[in-house]
């Protein structure tokens, strides 16, 4: 058997070292091995885990998030046993490259212009940096080409899903500000900086990364993003920019004879958070292992099943969740600032926090859950109602306990 992977991210090396395990024939195709997708790096521990990840590439064990509202309320908020790990994607990608390399996978420096599946088999036609045109013929395709996936294309898999555009400046810690920055995560939720998501700051060994997104056409990215670093009292210029599309949401189909698609390119991106390496990665291992279950019959409806299917079956409901809270709260500033002051809940923290860590939404007792969802609901309904309209700014944020 033999498997073309195209794309040599988070999602596409993990699925190449899972089949160069197995004795697969495998190679993995990257367009740019220099290429820095902007991404805040943020992992959790159960990826940490799961891969195998080794300490020098975690760059900062970060126990403490603060959340920002439109007025300026902060909830501040402690990780209990546990921790959000900072990577930097260009070393983390590189490493997870080499790895699928050193477990037998052929890794290659190319673009991918053409790719075809019949009855017979597949084929993937590329072209490498020093101009040789390839053509390689194999059993099967694993795309992990990103949100404007060109393997998606040519298969008619995307089906008009949504996708944001995501802006990242890294800033050395050569001012007094940069290193105030760079001390927790912080999250804002505020149309100044991001119409329809939100804004980050997320700390590093050697640098602090600030960016923010929207999926908003009308919307002026750069200008938010001025915004967001003039609030922010950053006036030094940055050290590296980076802007790529990035997916809301799982689209509906990532199967075809003979292929799969992985990560971004199926749309495997938590709505509310944005967090998408663990499922990219998740999703490589997956798609992978079905790639081996059905190498005898590798028909879409056998790889939705064994690939698809199962992936949804575990992490579906999270998806399903994260999607209802953006629509819920991410709409406008009132509904920003109810969703700062639920996350003053103990229990929402513990929750937030246990789930994004393990992966698993988070089973509570039941009057625990009760409280949360009344707190929902009388949140919303001042929102719903004009009491959290026209928030006044203020200078300083106050930090709430």
């Not at 999250?187 to 060994?205: C, E, L, N, Q």
Request: hydrophobic content about 45%; overall charge positive.
């Amino acid at each position: 058997m033999r498997v073309i992977v195209c794309g040599g991210g988070p999602g596409g090396s993990t699925a190449a070292a899972t089949l160069a395990r197995e004795g697969v024939e495998t190679v993995l195709i990257e367009k740019s091995f220099s290429r820095i997708k902007p991404c805040g790096g943020a992992i959790p521990p159960v990826l940490i885990r799961e891969f195998d990840i080794p300490e020098h590439l975690i760059q900062r064990r970060v126990d403490a998030v603060a959340v920002y509202a439109p007025s300026g309320r902060a909830v501040k908020m402690s990780i209990t046993d546990g921790f959000v790990g900072m990577v930097c994607r260009e070393v983390f990608d590189q490493f997870l490259r080499k790895r699928a390399e050193a477990a037998g996978a052929m890794v290659l420096e190319a673009r991918v212009e053409q790719v075809d599946a019949t009855e017979r088999g597949a084929t993937v036609v590329c072209v490498t940096t020093d101009g040789r045109r390839l053509t390689l013929n194999a059993d099967a395709i694993i795309g992990a080409d990103g949100a404007n996936s060109f393997v998606a294309r040519k298969f008619d898999l995307h089906q008009g899903g949504l996708v944001a555009a995501a802006v990242q400046e890294r800033f050395a810690l050569t001012s007094e500000t940069a290193k105030r920055l760079n001390e927790q995560c912080d999250i804002y939720y505020d149309s100044r900086f991001s119409p329809d998501f939100y804004g980050w700051v997320f700390p590093k060994a050697d640098h602090v990364a600030i960016g923010t997104g929207t999926a908003l056409r009308s919307a002026n990215i750069k200008r938010h993003m001025e915004a967001f670093k003039r609030h922010l009292g950053v006036d030094e210029a940055p050290m590296l920019r980076e802007g790529a599309p990035i997916p809301l949401k799982p689209y509906k189909k990532w199967v075809a004879n003979r292929v799969a698609l992985v990560g971004d390119a199926a749309g495997l991106v938590a709505s509310s958070s944005g967090e998408g390496i663990f499922y990219a990665m998740k999703s490589g291992q997956m798609a992978a292992q079905a790639m081996l279950e059905c190498a005898a019959d590798l028909r879409a409806e056998r790889l939705h099943k064994a690939y698809q299917k199962a992936f949804l079956k575990k992490y579906g409901a999270t998806f399903r969740f994260l999607e209802v809270m953006q629509n819920a709260y991410y709409k406008n500033d009132a509904r920003r600032e109810a969703f700062v002051a639920i996350c003053q809940d103990k229990g929402v923290q513990d929750m937030t926090f246990q789930s994004y860590m393990y992966k698993t939404i988070v089973r509570m007792p039941m009057t625990d859950g009760v409280r949360i969802m009344s707190k929902n609901l009388y949140h919303m309904t001042k929102a719903m109602l004009g009491a959290y309209n026209a928030p006044v700014r203020t200078g300083e944020p106050l930090l709430t306990p």
